[in-house]
Every structure is written in C-alpha cells, then in structure tokens.
C-alpha cells in the first residue's frame, strides 16, 4: 500500500464549479500537508500548506486535514480555465525537508 | 524571483551512455533534491543533500549517483542509462529556517530523458 493515495483523474468540471481534490494516507506521524500545482511543461509550485488538522483558506482555496480519517482536501470555488492543471498533494511528518512523500497527482480540467 | 534551473528540457540518450543532468538555484538554499516523476508514481526522491558535498540516499537510489561541489549546484549521474531510466527529473531546493528545514520546495521545470 503507498503512504498517500491520490486519485490520478482527469477531473473536468465546467467553468465556475466547486472542484474537490482528495488525498488519503497511512502514515499517523504526518504533521505538515502541502499542496502543490504543476502547470504542463513546468515544476510543481506550493500553493497551500497546512500544519495538523482544520482548515485554511487562500483566495478561492481552501485546504482540509481530517488527521483521525487521514484524510486531505483541496476545494476550489469558482473554477476558472486557468486552474487546469496537475495537483499534488504532499506530506511530512517533520518540517516538510528531506521525507516529503507526493501523491500521484490529479489532473483537472477547467472547460471554459 | 527565485529560480531554479535545469540544464535541459528534453534529452535522449542511448542505453549505456553516462548522462549528467545538472540543476542550479540562485536562492543560496542549504537543501536540494533530485526526483523522478512518472505517471501514477507521483514524485520519487532519488537523493537529496543538505550540504555542499553531503548527500544521502532517497527512496530510489539505484541505478544514480549525485554531485554538490558547489551550494548552487546539484548534479544528477546516471552511470549507465537504461530504458527503465526514461522519466521526468526534477530538481528542487529548499532552505533551512533557524535550523529547521523549509517545508517549502522550489522546483525546476524538469528534464524529460528518454533512454533509448
């Protein structure tokens, strides 16, 4: 079983839905959840991270940590065409350095 | 801006051949790391170093071996290419904040190789 299961998609939504992007995970000792956007032809970028559990929101972002389910959500509201691209999620059990583990990755697509 | 580079966007090379795949941050990051992305695997440490001429293994070590001479520079070695090699590599760095290390990792665009 991998440590952080992801869905790898593709997920199309139209333009101005709710997206939900999921992660699930093993590993009780993970403390530290990032999630990372990758663009196609280029590197993930951080776009939300979150220490524990609760939430955190950013703009038309917002991330979950449900830690007794092991389980992380990203939502975005008011999708736009810009949005298409892969998602990852990632996780630490330290400070997020030398054992940040990635999901899979999951494509969305924001038809316009 | 913070910048991290890589030396290639696209390289083919034949089984057996030595490939270097260099990775330059001009951010004075303390840490840096080489992965492979493949589709339905997500992102795979090969090494990671935390310092200029420190290094240590990640969770696919074989088959690579790497380079940090310089704090800006990450080299990435593949002894003998083979077919199972073809991938995308990707180069990241992050730093160290009052001796903690950054959760934060800063990516490159990455280096598709294909082994032929």
């Known amino acids: 079983q991998k440590e952080v299961e992801q869905d790898p998609g593709p997920l199309s939504v139209p333009e101005g839905a709710i997206v939900s992007l999921n992660c699930t995970y093993s590993?009780?000792?993970?403390?530290?959840f990032m999630w990372y956007r990758q663009y196609s032809r280029k590197g993930p970028e951080l776009l939300m991270y979150?220490?524990?559990?609760g939430n955190k929101e950013d703009g038309r972002f917002t991330a979950q940590v449900d830690k007794s389910s092991k389980y992380i959500s990203l939502f975005i509201r008011d999708s736009q065409p810009s949005d298409s691209a892969t998602y990852l999620c990632?996780?630490?059990?330290?400070?997020?350095?030398?054992?940040?583990?990635f999901g899979a990755g999951t494509r969305l697509f924001v038809k316009a | 801006d913070v910048k991290v580079t890589q030396s290639s966007r696209y390289l083919v090379k034949r089984t057996g051949e030595k490939v270097f795949l260099e990775c330059v941050q001009d951010m004075d990051h303390e840490n840096m790391f080489w992965y492979r992305q493949d589709p339905g695997l997500g992102l795979r440490l090969i090494y990671f170093s935390y310092d200029v001429k420190m290094k240590e293994k990640g969770d696919i070590p074989e088959g690579y071996s790497v380079s940090r001479e310089k704090k800006e520079r990450f080299s990435l070695i593949l002894e003998s290419a083979s077919t199972n090699q073809t991938s995308m590599y990707l180069c990241?760095?992050?730093?160290?904040?009052?001796?903690?290390?950054?959760?934060?990792?800063?990516f490159g665009p990455g280096t598709r190789l294909t082994v032929t």
């Open positions: 590993n009780s000792a993970f403390q530290y």
């Open positions: 990241a760095s992050s730093s160290n904040n009052l001796g903690q290390t950054s959760y934060e990792q800063y």
């Open positions: 979150t220490y524990s559990s």
């Open positions: 990632a996780m630490s059990a330290g400070t997020g350095g030398f054992k940040t583990i």
